[in-house]
């Protein structure tokens, strides 16, 4: 079955980066696009951005782009997030999820397959 792991959360300073990975298992990564959502204490889940099967396409959200990058290693079975210039309203609960086929999204219900999720703290 379907299997997520996020990791590589934890505590940063303002204007610092983080490098979250996604490790994707009990599937073909290849036939799915992946999305990375978060969710603040009190917040709706959020998309922040998706990237297509094969790599080709990516989408982010309008509060993060320009300061997140999504790319895949489907080799490794692997998804990344790479975060700079994080500011406290990024402080949230972030989450991998996965859909079948090439189409992106970024609003939850799209999305049938979810990791634990990776706390991502902002603060001095």
């Known amino acids: 079955q379907v299997q997520l792991v996020e990791s590589g959360g934890g505590l940063v300073q303002p204007g610092g980066s983080l490098r979250l990975s996604c490790a994707a298992s009990?599937?073909?990564?290849?036939?799915?696009?992946i999305g990375w959502f978060r969710q603040a204490p009190g917040k709706q889940r959020e998309g922040v951005s998706c990237i297509s099967s094969s790599g080709a396409t990516t989408y982010y959200s309008d509060s993060v782009k320009g300061r997140f990058t999504i790319s895949r290693d489907n080799a490794k079975k692997m998804v990344y997030l790479q975060m700079a210039s994080l500011n406290p309203d990024d402080t949230a609960v972030y989450y991998c999820a996965a859909r079948g086929g090439s189409v992106c999204a970024l609003f939850p219900a799209a999305f049938p397959s979810w990791g634990q999720g990776t706390q991502v703290t902002v603060s001095s």
């Open positions: 009990g599937f073909r990564l290849d036939l799915y696009s």
